[in-house]
């Protein structure tokens, strides 16, 4: 009879587990939509301004951002082999943003895209999607569509054998060919050697009125600590700009109408390092930062410039402004002989000859610079005088402390309720950690199954008790009335119960007990042939109150079997869970230290995946905690009921047969 009914309660608690785990991963999957189904992996990159990362305070706005893509942050083998299928989106998930790739080496497991990223708030933190893994996906790579049209240059320096192009959408591509500089800061730089300098044409849209606003900006490596080296110049007659760097100190230089002014020199910058300087002209103020932190300032205006410039060199005069010669004389005007007569075309005699026009002098040459000698790299030039948290978050962002701006999240896959990071997780958990949740997963089984058994036998006691109690308190006369001498068998009380209360009454606890008083009863009346009504001694009275609390043991045992089960999970499940977090933090800093890659992207799935076995502890824990007091409450309950029956069975049976009861055969005679 118990097997069915144990059956329907494993099958009933193995579709609660499931669904209890349907919830739960559904609960820890993405609560984005998906951007588009197609592509089939998609990552959440977190731009940190705020105190706890970047500390951008001042207002940054629409920009460039540098996303650095390594086997430590992104999964090459899914992506297609140029990266053509990478798209990014919005922190809305909706908006897509232009971008455009500078490298991508799926081999060397490298990449690096600039993004758009429009409205960055300072102190705050601005989200972003990647998404790849669509195969069928065709490029757009906009390199144009990247920049604001205020930006007028930007030289990436990736180019070999070609001059450096612009990928703004002004075109301002260079004039001369570079050397170029592999492995530098951002994929490939230009190696400068102080002799060959690239240069910048002299374009309409890179013609500085007087009192323009500009921004320079460019990543420097000193191959050594040079005086006055020029790293860009722009002279144009009595007006120019240069920018260089004194002995490892960066400054600006401006000459506006011959007049020559220079920032003051700070700490100088050691040489073989990279550093971000950056120049910003606008109000009659020019501002030098360096690695993002003014640097300089000098109270001067861009003078007037539509010549050439050249990055890594200086001249001394501008091409706009040739230098006449000194006494060179007219090709048009022939030489007169000094005897020739007037008819020959010769002055007359003893007349005076008109002095030669004197000849224009030309301004005295400056001095060139030094050119500078090492490496640059992500040279731009804007139109307008870009904000201070911009130019720190390009320092920042660009640099070798990207870590501090942004932040990559864990893959996750396609958009059903079994992607995102539960999924992920999953996936890194260690064969150990597999033993662990798979046990508990077994205890889990097992504890719905006792709970679900125990609630349906403790529910069905107390309906079973609830109706004996019913037809026990219906006895008035003989106290073994419902009894019939078999446990299987109980009386109807002539017709007043029917056969399924009967039925139910047969599984009570307290007909059990029940079953047993009336059965010590019959035993010592079995025999007796005495017409008086019968009567028990004190002595049989406290021996059937023994055989009734044997039967109340035996019945506390029922009500309490496989509770031990209970206490086992909600004491063995969080202690097994944290021995398989242990041992998977174990295995995750093992395997760290032999590969020697040290990154939280490196370590942070196998600490989550290890953390997996603590929930998997808990998710058995916490319901069977709550189980078992529920069920304990309802064992007390029945317990009450059966103390309270036996207290009540002994005082009937005390009532019924003590010898001071009146013998009803004498009353009704007497009566007659």
């Known amino acids: ?13 193995a579709t609660a587990l499931l669904f209890g785990l349907v919830v739960l991963v559904g609960s820890l999957a993405p609560a984005n939509a998906w951007w588009n189904d197609e592509w089939s992996l998609r990552k959440k990159i977190t731009i940190d301004a705020s105190a706890s990362g970047a500390n951008v305070t001042d207002p940054i706005g629409t920009t460039s951002m540098l996303v650095r893509l390594h086997v430590g942050n992104f999964r090459f083998s899914s992506a297609k082999d140029d990266g053509s299928d990478l798209r990014f989106v919005a922190g809305d998930d909706k908006t897509p943003l232009k971008h455009h790739i500078e490298k991508f080496d799926s081999l060397l497991g490298e990449g690096l895209v600039w993004v758009a990223v429009p409205n960055l708030a300072p102190g705050a933190r601005t989200d972003i999607w990647l998404y790849y893994g669509d195969k069928k996906a065709l490029a757009t790579s906009d390199p144009k569509g990247t920049y604001d049209p205020d930006t007028l240059t930007v030289y990436h320096f990736n180019e070999r054998g070609t001059p450096a192009i612009d990928s703004s959408v002004w075109a301002n591509n260079a004039q001369s060919v570079g050397q170029p500089a592999d492995g530098s800061l951002i994929g490939t730089g230009l190696r400068l050697d102080g002799r060959a300098p690239v240069t910048v044409p002299a374009s309409p849209s890179l013609a500085w009125a007087d009192g323009a606003a500009l921004t320079w900006s460019a990543w420097i490596k000193p191959a050594a600590l040079q005086p006055n080296a020029a790293l860009f110049s722009r002279r144009d007659g009595a007006n120019a700009l240069v920018i260089g ?15 020559v002014q220079r920032s003051t020199a700070g700490a100088p910058v050691a040489a073989s390092s990279w550093h971000h300087v950056a120049v910003v002209a606008a109000n009659g103020q020019v501002t030098l930062y360096l690695d993002g932190v003014s640097y300089a300032a000098l109270s001067a205006s861009l003078p007037a410039l539509n010549t050439v410039g050249l990055i890594g060199g200086d001249s001394s005069t501008s091409s706009a402004s040739p230098i006449a010669p000194a006494t060179a004389p007219s090709a048009a005007t022939p030489s007169v002989p000094p005897d020739a007569s007037p008819a020959d075309g010769g002055a007359a005699p003893g007349a005076t000859p008109e002095p030669a026009a004197a000849a224009t002098p030309a301004p005295a040459p400056v001095a060139a610079m030094a050119g500078f ?4 790299d992500e040279l731009q030039i804007s139109k307008v005088a870009r904000s201070a948290g911009l130019i720190k978050v390009m320092a920042i962002g660009q640099g070798p402390d990207q870590a501090k701006l942004m932040a990559f999240s864990v893959d996750e896959e396609t958009a059903s309720w079994l992607s995102g990071y539960f999924a992920v997780i999953l996936k890194s958990v260690t064969l150990d950690g597999w033993v662990v949740i798979g046990i508990l997963l077994i205890m889990a089984a097992i504890s719905w199954v006792v709970m679900f058994d125990r609630a349906s036998y403790l529910s069905k006691q107390a309906k079973a008790n609830a109706q004996f109690m019913k037809g026990f308190r219906e006895i008035a006369a003989d106290l073994t009335m419902l009894d019939r001498g078999d446990a299987d068998d109980i009386s109807t009380l002539g017709g007043r119960l029917t056969e399924a209360d009967a039925k139910m009454m047969r599984s009570s606890s307290l007909y059990r007990i029940y079953h047993i008083g009336a059965a010590e009863i019959r035993h010592r009346f079995g025999g007796s042939n005495s017409q008086r009504a019968p009567v028990l001694s004190a002595v049989s009275i406290a021996a059937i109150r023994a055989a009734l609390d044997s039967g109340v043991v035996k019945e506390m045992q029922r009500l309490n079997r496989l509770m031990v089960v209970l206490t086992i999970a909600i004491s063995g499940g969080p202690f097994l869970g944290l021995l398989g977090t242990v041992v998977g933090v174990m295995i995750t800093f093992a395997a760290i230290a032999a590969s020697g890659d040290v990154n939280v992207n490196a370590i942070a799935p196998g600490i989550a995946a290890a953390l997996v076995a603590t929930v998997a502890g808990l998710g058995v824990a916490i319901p069977a905690l709550f189980g078992y007091n529920y069920l304990i409450s309802r064992i007390k309950d029945l317990t009450n009921d059966i103390q309270v029956f036996v207290d009540e069975f002994v005082t009937k049976m005390a009532e019924f047969y003590s010898a001071d009861r009146p013998d009803p055969i004498e009353h009704r005679i007497a009566a007659e």
Do not use: K, W
């Open 245 to 259: 760097v004194d002995n490892g100190s960066p400054f600006v230089e401006v000459t506006n109408a011959g007049s």
């Open 373 to 376: 000698v090492g490496d640059i």
């Open 1 to 13: 009879m118990r097997r069915p009914a144990l059956r329907r309660g494993i099958a009933n608690a």
